[in-house]
């Protein structure tokens, strides 16, 4: 045993030089140079008209500004981008299909048709309509009538379409809304709030970006008639490219908008404007003000290992490690520079590992608190090694000792 000592230690210690640290400070790209002047303060969110609303960073999630975000209110219309989500996330699944032939009910002609005071695309009853032309109807006409032979044929009846909007609202954590018909047709117990739709917006452009592109066309004709997309900022900004409007006398005017310049995107969501003029006004307000105060920046690129730290029995020494997705951040103005990025990886890697399995965790704080907290993945399958380099891994091991804590804590979970 002495003579196995002597012979193993220097090389069990040569090896454990590769081994990672519990904490690493990832390379960050340097910023561009910039001449030294005082720091510009970042003034309050302006005073808008809403009874409630929220400014959102859409590349984070990040809440910049708001107003009572999270107090119930009805949503009108706005509760079209629920049923525009939940019909898309179907098609996506292979449930239903953009071509298929859609019959309009006598319950969607009745309950949303040319007959009714609210907004319609005027189907005639017992036609046929291709789903993507119902959707086209209902995100840019806000057609009622489309939005119930759309949630019918997705669900059999709008009360099952019902259940699946809350059970996908569930999912994208929305904890304040309930849903109980496709159009936001007013009915008791139907509910959401700002930040709950600005959650709601910002999954829809995320997941299902071409039928998130419907809500910037400014025009749609069906059965002859051509009606105008009712978010106005389409033509005040060339920014601006969604989402939808929202209108009934108890919930007000509503808007959900978004915008993106460069590398940033911003979402608005003004719930119970006192007019329509008073719904774009704010939320072009609020989108303003996210982007003359705010920037933002990316920081790593999806794939791009970031650490390659020492792998144990494996058929490499090493695990590339990096994020899934580009990782941005949005911060004041000047504050890039004070931005610090570290990452936490258990300091023993044992093989094997999957493409896409976290590792451990980047985290990137401003002024000690956090920005954002990202997965670090293995970017490369790590299968086991053979039976004699797992030996001599196993042999190395033992001289480094038991494993700390981190990793245990890690194994526990």
């Not at 069990?12 to 990832?26: D, E, H, N, R, Y």
């Not at 040319?114 to 319609?120: K, L, N, R, V, W």
């Not at 792998?311 to 090493?318: A, F, H, I, M, R």
Request: net charge neutral; with cysteine.
């Amino acid at each position: 045993m002495n003579f196995l000592r002597r012979t193993l230690i220097p090389f069990a210690a040569a090896s454990l030089l590769f081994g990672v640290a519990l904490a690493q400070t990832p390379p960050r790209p340097s910023p561009v140079p910039r001449p030294v002047v005082p720091d510009a303060p970042v003034p309050p969110p302006p005073d808008v008209d809403g009874k409630s609303w929220v400014l959102m960073d859409y590349a984070t999630g990040q809440i910049l500004a708001s107003k009572e975000p999270d107090l119930r209110v009805e949503p009108a219309s706005i509760t079209k981008i629920m049923t525009d989500y939940v019909v898309s996330a179907e098609v996506a699944n292979g449930k239903v299909h953009m071509s298929d032939p859609v019959t309009i009910s006598e319950n969607a002609w009745r309950g949303g048709g040319a007959g009714t005071d609210g907004s319609t695309s005027f189907l005639k009853l017992n036609s046929q309509v291709p789903l993507k032309d119902l959707l086209y109807g209902m995100i840019i006409q806000s057609g009622n009538d489309a939005a119930i032979a759309l949630a019918e044929h997705t669900a059999g009846s709008e009360s099952s379409f019902a259940a699946l909007m809350n059970a996908y609202a569930k999912q994208l954590g929305m904890v304040n809304s309930n849903f109980r018909n496709a159009s936001g047709y007013p009915i008791e117990n139907h509910y959401t709030t700002a930040h709950d739709v600005a959650i709601l917006s910002r999954a829809l452009i995320h997941d299902f970006p071409e039928d998130y592109a419907i809500s910037a066309v400014k025009e749609f004709e069906w059965n002859g008639i051509k009606q105008h997309n009712r978010n106005t900022l389409l033509w005040r900004d060339p920014s601006v490219d969604g989402i939808k409007t929202g209108h009934t006398a108890a919930a007000g005017y509503c808007l959900a908008a978004s915008a993106k310049q460069g590398e940033s995107r911003m979402i608005a969501i003004v719930m119970g404007a006192s007019s329509e003029k008073a719904r774009a006004d704010s939320a072009m307000a609020l989108l303003n003000y996210g982007f003359r105060f705010y920037e933002t920046h990316k920081l790593y690129e999806a794939g791009k290992a970031l650490v390659t730290p020492r792998l144990w029995k494996g058929e490499s020494n090493q695990l590339p490690l990096g994020a899934a997705e580009d990782v941005r951040v949005t911060v004041k103005r000047g504050d890039y520079d004070k931005l610090k990025a570290t990452m936490d990886i258990p300091a023993t890697l044992i093989a094997p590992f999957k493409k896409g399995q976290q590792v451990g965790t980047l985290r990137v704080t401003l002024a000690g608190q956090p920005v954002q907290n990202v997965p670090l993945v293995a970017l490369a399958d790590a299968p086991k090694g053979g039976f004699f380099s797992r030996l001599w891994d196993t042999i190395l091991l033992w001289f480094h000792g038991s494993k700390d804590k981190t990793e245990q804590a890690a194994d526990a979970k």
